[in-house]
């Protein structure tokens, strides 16, 4: 889970992040193997910096606790920044001060069954002595169908 703290004019964070089927509503803690999946990173900013059109980048990185691998990059969704890209506040990718940024990743395949995963999230704000946030979902495991 993302901080806690208060957000004030000039902070800009991520709220939370987790795993839903694709256009689910709600988080879940067992995907099924044969089925892609998304990835929400819910980010909020600040009045001023958000006013500003302050520069930013965000991504996630998908962990296979199981076998101790990370997933390829996911596919960014509509209104959602590439990985690692930077992209500006009020811009096509953030035009309000809240927002959801979401991934796709391809469906896990049955050798990943039984497999306990995890994402990781993290946004930057502003390139010369930037704000970092980080997030880390709850686990999450692979199913049968």
């Known amino acids: 889970m993302a901080s806690s703290k208060e957000m004030g004019p000039n902070d800009a964070d991520i709220v939370r992040c987790f795993v839903r089927t694709v256009g689910g509503l709600s988080s879940e803690s067992a995907l099924p193997y044969n089925a892609p999946f998304e990835i929400v990173v819910e980010v909020e900013a600040g009045s001023a910096i958000f006013g500003t059109g302050a520069q ?80 880390r979902s709850d686990l999450f495991i692979i199913t049968r169908p």
Not at 111 to 132: G, S
């Open 56 to 135: 930013f980048a965000a991504g996630v990185v998908v962990r296979d606790l199981s076998d101790c691998t990370c997933l390829p990059a996911p596919a960014a969704g509509a209104n959602t920044p590439n990985i690692g890209v930077s992209d500006n506040m009020s811009g096509a990718n953030w035009n309000t001060q809240v927002a959801r940024f979401l991934y796709t990743v391809a469906a896990p395949g049955p050798t990943k069954e039984n497999h306990i995963w995890e994402v990781l999230a993290f946004l930057r704000v502003n390139v010369v002595n930037p704000d970092m946030s980080f997030c």
